[in-house]
Protein backbone atom coordinates (compact mmCIF):
# COMPACT_ATOMS: atom_id res chain seq x y z
CA UNK A 1 0.00 0.00 0.00
CA UNK A 2 1.39 3.18 -0.57
CA UNK A 3 2.79 5.58 2.31
CA UNK A 4 -0.05 8.34 3.49
CA UNK A 5 -0.88 9.61 6.32
CA UNK A 6 -3.78 9.39 7.75
CA UNK A 7 -6.78 10.62 6.55
CA UNK A 8 -7.44 14.04 9.35
CA UNK A 9 -11.36 14.61 8.98
CA UNK A 10 -11.02 17.61 12.02
CA UNK A 11 -10.80 19.98 8.79
CA UNK A 12 -14.11 19.67 7.94
CA UNK A 13 -16.17 21.60 10.07
CA UNK A 14 -18.34 24.88 9.39
CA UNK A 15 -21.41 26.24 9.80
CA UNK A 16 -24.43 24.89 10.37
CA UNK A 17 -28.02 25.89 9.23
CA UNK A 18 -30.58 23.62 11.24
CA UNK A 19 -33.48 25.19 10.03
CA UNK A 20 -33.01 24.52 6.12
CA UNK A 21 -32.50 21.13 6.67
CA UNK A 22 -31.33 19.47 4.16
CA UNK A 23 -31.58 22.26 1.38
CA UNK A 24 -28.83 24.03 3.84
CA UNK A 25 -25.65 21.46 3.90
CA UNK A 26 -22.08 21.85 3.21
CA UNK A 27 -18.95 20.28 1.98
CA UNK A 28 -18.21 19.76 5.54
CA UNK A 29 -21.70 17.66 6.24
CA UNK A 30 -20.76 15.43 3.03
CA UNK A 31 -17.23 14.88 2.82
CA UNK A 32 -16.60 11.14 3.92
CA UNK A 33 -12.58 9.88 4.76
CA UNK A 34 -11.60 7.51 1.79
CA UNK A 35 -12.44 3.58 2.73
CA UNK A 36 -9.11 2.03 1.72
CA UNK A 37 -11.27 -1.02 1.55
CA UNK A 38 -12.08 0.29 -2.15
CA UNK A 39 -16.22 -0.54 -1.25
CA UNK A 40 -16.88 3.10 -1.66
CA UNK A 41 -19.36 4.10 -4.43
CA UNK A 42 -17.40 6.05 -6.97
CA UNK A 43 -17.81 9.57 -6.49
CA UNK A 44 -14.36 12.87 -6.43
CA UNK A 45 -11.97 11.85 -4.45
CA UNK A 46 -9.82 14.61 -2.71
CA UNK A 47 -5.73 13.75 -2.69
CA UNK A 48 -3.52 16.43 -1.48
CA UNK A 49 0.01 16.78 -2.56
CA UNK A 50 1.70 18.65 0.01
CA UNK A 51 4.55 19.62 -1.83
CA UNK A 52 6.70 22.67 -2.68
CA UNK A 53 10.24 20.93 -3.28
CA UNK A 54 9.84 21.39 -6.36
CA UNK A 55 9.12 25.49 -6.41
CA UNK A 56 12.32 25.34 -3.93
CA UNK A 57 14.74 24.12 -6.80
CA UNK A 58 12.99 26.07 -9.37
CA UNK A 59 14.30 29.37 -7.14
CA UNK A 60 10.20 29.90 -6.35
CA UNK A 61 8.84 31.33 -3.21
CA UNK A 62 7.90 27.78 -1.15
CA UNK A 63 5.31 27.78 0.66
CA UNK A 64 2.58 26.05 -0.89
CA UNK A 65 3.32 22.79 0.67
CA UNK A 66 0.54 24.21 3.03
CA UNK A 67 -2.17 24.64 0.05
CA UNK A 68 -3.91 21.33 0.54
CA UNK A 69 -4.82 21.76 4.23
CA UNK A 70 -5.81 25.98 3.53
CA UNK A 71 -8.36 24.16 0.86
CA UNK A 72 -10.05 21.91 1.98
CA UNK A 73 -10.49 24.69 5.19
CA UNK A 74 -12.02 26.54 2.73
CA UNK A 75 -13.90 24.07 0.69
CA UNK A 76 -15.75 23.00 4.17
CA UNK A 77 -17.68 25.82 4.57
CA UNK A 78 -18.58 26.17 1.47
CA UNK A 79 -21.90 25.42 0.10
CA UNK A 80 -22.89 21.61 -0.86
CA UNK A 81 -24.59 21.39 -4.88
CA UNK A 82 -22.94 17.77 -5.79
CA UNK A 83 -25.11 14.66 -7.00
CA UNK A 84 -22.16 11.83 -6.04
CA UNK A 85 -20.07 11.46 -2.71
CA UNK A 86 -17.17 13.27 -2.03
CA UNK A 87 -14.02 11.29 -0.12
CA UNK A 88 -10.83 12.83 1.61
CA UNK A 89 -7.51 10.59 1.12
CA UNK A 90 -5.05 12.09 2.72
CA UNK A 91 -2.32 13.83 1.71
CA UNK A 92 1.17 12.68 0.28
CA UNK A 93 4.13 14.83 1.81
CA UNK A 94 7.61 15.20 0.33
CA UNK A 95 9.91 14.05 3.14
CA UNK A 96 13.65 14.90 2.60
CA UNK A 97 13.31 16.43 -0.14
CA UNK A 98 13.08 13.09 -1.78
CA UNK A 99 10.31 14.30 -4.83
CA UNK A 100 10.91 11.42 -7.01
CA UNK A 101 9.70 9.43 -4.13
CA UNK A 102 6.85 11.70 -3.43
CA UNK A 103 5.51 11.21 -7.40
CA UNK A 104 5.98 7.68 -6.96
CA UNK A 105 3.31 7.42 -3.70
CA UNK A 106 0.92 10.11 -5.64
CA UNK A 107 1.17 8.36 -8.43
CA UNK A 108 -0.03 5.11 -6.75
CA UNK A 109 -2.74 6.94 -5.16
CA UNK A 110 -4.19 8.14 -8.02
CA UNK A 111 -3.95 5.16 -10.01
CA UNK A 112 -5.71 3.17 -7.28
CA UNK A 113 -8.65 5.63 -7.17
CA UNK A 114 -8.90 5.68 -10.68
CA UNK A 115 -9.09 2.03 -10.58
CA UNK A 116 -11.81 2.18 -7.65
CA UNK A 117 -13.66 4.17 -10.09
CA UNK A 118 -13.62 7.55 -8.65
CA UNK A 119 -12.64 10.95 -10.29
CA UNK A 120 -9.38 12.05 -8.72
CA UNK A 121 -8.82 15.83 -7.72
CA UNK A 122 -5.57 16.31 -6.46
CA UNK A 123 -4.79 19.72 -4.42
CA UNK A 124 -1.39 20.65 -5.13
CA UNK A 125 1.39 22.05 -3.88
CA UNK A 126 3.73 23.25 -6.35
CA UNK A 127 3.47 22.54 -10.33
CA UNK A 128 5.55 19.49 -9.81
CA UNK A 129 2.41 18.13 -8.86
CA UNK A 130 1.81 17.26 -12.61
CA UNK A 131 4.51 14.64 -13.40
CA UNK A 132 2.58 12.32 -10.03
CA UNK A 133 -0.78 13.13 -11.37
CA UNK A 134 -0.39 12.31 -14.77
CA UNK A 135 1.54 9.26 -13.54
CA UNK A 136 -1.34 7.91 -11.73
CA UNK A 137 -3.59 8.18 -14.59
CA UNK A 138 -0.61 6.57 -17.07
CA UNK A 139 -0.57 3.14 -14.63
CA UNK A 140 -4.14 3.08 -14.38
CA UNK A 141 -5.16 3.37 -18.33
CA UNK A 142 -2.05 1.12 -19.66
CA UNK A 143 -1.76 2.28 -23.17
CA UNK A 144 -5.94 2.39 -23.28
CA UNK A 145 -6.35 5.88 -25.49
CA UNK A 146 -4.73 9.05 -26.03
CA UNK A 147 -4.24 11.39 -23.10
CA UNK A 148 -4.70 14.85 -23.61
CA UNK A 149 -2.90 17.02 -21.17
CA UNK A 150 -4.65 20.45 -20.66
CA UNK A 151 -2.67 22.76 -18.73
CA UNK A 152 -4.35 26.52 -17.81
CA UNK A 153 -0.50 27.85 -17.09
CA UNK A 154 1.36 31.10 -17.58
CA UNK A 155 4.31 29.05 -18.39
CA UNK A 156 4.90 26.31 -20.47
CA UNK A 157 6.77 24.08 -17.56
CA UNK A 158 8.92 22.53 -20.15
CA UNK A 159 12.16 23.01 -18.70
CA UNK A 160 14.58 19.95 -19.48
CA UNK A 161 14.89 17.98 -16.59
CA UNK A 162 19.06 17.88 -16.12
CA UNK A 163 20.05 16.80 -12.36
CA UNK A 164 16.76 16.98 -11.04
CA UNK A 165 12.77 17.24 -11.42
CA UNK A 166 11.29 20.98 -10.50
CA UNK A 167 8.03 22.65 -10.77
CA UNK A 168 9.24 24.05 -14.47
CA UNK A 169 9.89 20.38 -15.55
CA UNK A 170 6.89 18.53 -15.13
CA UNK A 171 5.48 18.36 -18.79
CA UNK A 172 9.36 17.86 -20.04
CA UNK A 173 9.23 14.80 -17.85
CA UNK A 174 5.48 13.42 -19.33
CA UNK A 175 7.02 14.17 -22.40
CA UNK A 176 9.78 12.05 -22.44
CA UNK A 177 8.20 9.35 -20.37
CA UNK A 178 5.45 9.35 -23.81
CA UNK A 179 8.79 9.24 -26.11
CA UNK A 180 9.61 6.21 -23.67
CA UNK A 181 6.97 4.35 -23.87
CA UNK A 182 5.89 4.87 -27.68
CA UNK A 183 2.45 6.93 -26.73
CA UNK A 184 2.13 10.38 -27.91
CA UNK A 185 2.78 13.24 -25.99
CA UNK A 186 -0.46 15.87 -26.25
CA UNK A 187 -0.48 18.65 -24.67
CA UNK A 188 -1.90 21.71 -24.54
CA UNK A 189 -1.31 25.09 -22.90
CA UNK A 190 -3.72 28.19 -22.37
CA UNK A 191 -2.81 31.56 -20.86
CA UNK A 192 1.08 31.16 -21.44
CA UNK A 193 2.67 34.98 -20.48
CA UNK A 194 5.07 35.73 -23.18
CA UNK A 195 7.33 37.66 -20.86
CA UNK A 196 7.63 34.59 -18.37
CA UNK A 197 8.44 32.28 -20.98
CA UNK A 198 12.35 32.03 -22.71
CA UNK A 199 12.78 31.37 -26.56
CA UNK A 200 13.98 28.38 -25.63
CA UNK A 201 10.98 27.08 -24.01
CA UNK A 202 8.37 28.70 -26.99
CA UNK A 203 10.95 26.50 -29.54
CA UNK A 204 10.47 23.21 -27.59
CA UNK A 205 6.54 23.60 -27.04
CA UNK A 206 6.94 24.31 -30.95
CA UNK A 207 9.29 21.33 -30.87
CA UNK A 208 6.92 19.50 -29.45
CA UNK A 209 3.66 20.36 -30.75
CA UNK A 210 2.25 21.88 -28.22
CA UNK A 211 -1.23 24.02 -29.37
CA UNK A 212 -0.97 26.86 -26.98
CA UNK A 213 -2.52 30.21 -26.43
CA UNK A 214 -1.20 33.59 -25.52
CA UNK A 215 -2.80 34.99 -21.72
CA UNK A 216 -4.21 38.14 -24.13
CA UNK A 217 -5.31 36.27 -26.48
CA UNK A 218 -7.88 34.61 -23.88
CA UNK A 219 -10.43 37.16 -23.89
CA UNK A 220 -14.12 36.74 -23.22
CA UNK A 221 -14.69 38.21 -27.01
CA UNK A 222 -12.15 35.42 -27.99
CA UNK A 223 -14.38 32.21 -26.06
CA UNK A 224 -15.81 31.28 -29.43
CA UNK A 225 -12.31 30.92 -30.84
CA UNK A 226 -11.17 29.18 -27.72
CA UNK A 227 -14.08 26.88 -27.18
CA UNK A 228 -13.80 25.69 -31.29
CA UNK A 229 -9.95 25.28 -31.32
CA UNK A 230 -10.73 23.38 -27.34
CA UNK A 231 -13.19 20.99 -29.20
CA UNK A 232 -10.30 20.48 -32.10
CA UNK A 233 -7.76 19.36 -29.42
CA UNK A 234 -10.61 17.09 -27.27
CA UNK A 235 -11.45 15.33 -30.57
CA UNK A 236 -7.81 14.05 -31.01
CA UNK A 237 -7.87 12.81 -27.27
CA UNK A 238 -9.95 9.62 -25.30
CA UNK A 239 -8.75 10.62 -22.10
CA UNK A 240 -8.03 14.01 -20.70
CA UNK A 241 -6.17 15.52 -17.60
CA UNK A 242 -6.76 18.87 -16.71
CA UNK A 243 -4.15 20.80 -14.29
CA UNK A 244 -4.69 23.93 -12.96
CA UNK A 245 -1.73 26.42 -12.16
CA UNK A 246 -3.15 29.26 -10.40
CA UNK A 247 -0.85 32.02 -11.47
CA UNK A 248 -2.65 31.75 -14.92
CA UNK A 249 -4.80 34.02 -12.93
CA UNK A 250 -4.76 37.56 -12.29
CA UNK A 251 -2.58 38.65 -9.43
CA UNK A 252 -5.52 40.88 -8.26
CA UNK A 253 -7.23 37.59 -8.21
CA UNK A 254 -5.02 35.20 -7.28
CA UNK A 255 -2.13 36.59 -4.86
CA UNK A 256 -1.27 34.06 -3.27
CA UNK A 257 1.06 32.13 -5.85
CA UNK A 258 4.89 32.06 -6.15
CA UNK A 259 4.57 33.96 -9.38
CA UNK A 260 2.01 36.33 -9.68
CA UNK A 261 0.62 36.92 -13.28
CA UNK A 262 0.84 41.07 -14.80
CA UNK A 263 -2.12 40.08 -16.59
CA UNK A 264 -3.55 36.75 -16.52
CA UNK A 265 -6.73 35.16 -17.51
CA UNK A 266 -10.36 36.50 -15.91
CA UNK A 267 -12.24 33.62 -14.30
CA UNK A 268 -14.87 34.44 -16.63
CA UNK A 269 -12.70 33.21 -19.34
CA UNK A 270 -11.68 29.95 -17.58
CA UNK A 271 -14.49 28.62 -15.55
CA UNK A 272 -16.80 28.40 -19.38
CA UNK A 273 -13.26 26.09 -20.52
CA UNK A 274 -13.45 24.14 -17.74
CA UNK A 275 -17.23 23.45 -18.38
CA UNK A 276 -16.54 22.95 -21.63
CA UNK A 277 -13.94 20.60 -20.83
CA UNK A 278 -15.86 18.81 -18.13
CA UNK A 279 -19.46 18.27 -20.60
CA UNK A 280 -16.69 16.24 -23.04
CA UNK A 281 -17.13 13.50 -20.57
CA UNK A 282 -13.21 12.53 -21.33
CA UNK A 283 -11.97 14.41 -18.03
CA UNK A 284 -10.38 11.28 -16.40
CA UNK A 285 -8.12 13.72 -13.39
CA UNK A 286 -7.41 17.20 -12.20
CA UNK A 287 -5.06 19.53 -9.93
CA UNK A 288 -4.63 23.02 -8.98
CA UNK A 289 -1.10 23.60 -8.63
CA UNK A 290 1.31 26.77 -6.65
CA UNK A 291 -1.10 28.30 -4.59
CA UNK A 292 0.47 29.49 -1.65
CA UNK A 293 -1.09 30.48 1.49
CA UNK A 294 1.78 32.25 3.06
CA UNK A 295 1.39 34.57 0.29
CA UNK A 296 -2.68 35.23 0.45
CA UNK A 297 -4.59 38.37 1.36
CA UNK A 298 -7.53 37.89 3.37
CA UNK A 299 -7.59 34.23 1.98
CA UNK A 300 -8.62 35.20 -1.34
CA UNK A 301 -6.63 33.27 -3.37
CA UNK A 302 -7.98 30.32 -0.92
CA UNK A 303 -11.58 31.53 -2.14
CA UNK A 304 -10.84 31.22 -5.76
CA UNK A 305 -9.46 27.76 -5.22
CA UNK A 306 -12.41 26.60 -3.90
CA UNK A 307 -14.27 27.59 -5.93
CA UNK A 308 -12.53 26.27 -9.09
CA UNK A 309 -13.07 22.68 -7.03
CA UNK A 310 -16.47 23.12 -7.14
CA UNK A 311 -16.12 24.10 -10.55
CA UNK A 312 -14.27 21.02 -11.51
CA UNK A 313 -16.79 18.59 -9.35
CA UNK A 314 -20.54 19.66 -10.43
Known sequence: MDKFNPVDMSVWQGRQDPEDGELALRWHDKVQPWPQAGSAAPGVALVGFACDEGVRRNKGRVGAAGAPLAVRKLLANSTWHLGRPVYDSGDVHCEDGDLDAAHGRLAERVARLLDEGHFPLVLGGGH???????SGLNRHLAGRGRVGIINFDAHFDLR???EQASSGTPFFQIAEQCAAQGSPFTYACLGVAETANTQAL????????????LDEA???AELPALLSGLDAFIARCDHLYLTIDLDVLPAAVMPGVSAPAARGVELAVIEPLIAHIRASGKLRLADLAEYNPSLDQDNRSARVAARLVHQLTK
Open 128 to 134: EVAFGSW
Open 160 to 162: MKL
Open 202 to 213: FARAEALGVWHV
Open 218 to 220: MTP
